[in-house]
T-cell receptor, first 113, second 112 residues
């Protein structure tokens, strides 16, 4: 069974630039999550989708972050414009349902200069 | 607001030693608790999931316990190996919000 795929694996940008991350969840998983993990911290949930609807985006900085999950499968997370404090690892995870085990992708490591 | 604390932040042990990692959480109204492993530059791997009605779960050399009333969980690793070196994260699902809340993790180093 293929795992959660993410791309790119690494990205370096300058502040005020924009960046997008892509996630392909495990086939059949209805729930998809985006997390932000700052160095030395645990992951923090940014947004949760159930199929293609948003369940929770309370911790998403909506003035600069946006996410979509078209057709209830792949998802993209965008930052525009990026700030220095956005430097982190962005993790995508998926699960069969919202109380089920979450399976994580390898993450995208973002460095904002 | 759910808060998860992990102690110690880092642990270094010789190979073969048995060890315990600790996790505490502030809101006991949880659905489940999970232990994850994170290797450098990689994502998280789920090790054990304990439902709120359960007291413990075992997988190989790993045993996780849950005391929901006191807001505590422990991860016991038997006969540690250098390959166990990683960051171990505790996360709880539920409480006042229906989301997974993580601790900061314990960085484990097992020396040959």
């Amino acid at each position: 069974e293929a795992g959660v795929a993410q791309s790119p694996r690494y990205k370096i940008i300058e502040k005020r630039q924009s960046v997008a991350f892509w996630c392909n969840p495990i086939s059949g998983h209805a729930t998809l999550y985006w997390y932000q993990q700052i160095l030395g911290q645990g992951p923090k949930l940014l947004i949760q989708f159930q199929n293609n609807g948003v369940v929770d985006d309370s911790q998403l900085p909506k003035d600069r972050f946006s996410a979509e999950r078209l057709k209830g499968v792949d998802s993209t997370l965008k930052i525009q414009p990026a700030k220095l404090e956005d430097s982190a690892v962005y993790l995508c995870a998926s699960s069969l349902g919202h109380q089920e085990t979450q399976y994580f992708g390898p993450g995208t490591r973002l460095l904002v200069l | 607001k759910q808060e998860v604390t992990q102690i110690p932040a880092a642990l270094s042990v010789p190979e073969g030693e048995n060890l315990v990692l600790n996790c505490s959480f502030t809101d006991s109204a949880i659905y489940n608790l999970q232990w994850f492993r994170q290797d450098p530059g990689k994502g998280l791997t789920s090790l054990l999931l304990i439902q709120s009605s359960q007291r413990e779960q075992t997988s190989g050399r790993l045993n996780a316990s849950l005391d929901k009333s006191s807001g505590r969980s422990t991860l016991y690793i038997a006969a540690s190996q250098p390959g166990d070196s990683a960051t171990y994260l505790c996360a709880v699902y539920g409480g006042s919000n229906y989301k997974l809340t993580f601790g900061k993790g314990t960085l484990l180093t097992v020396n040959p």
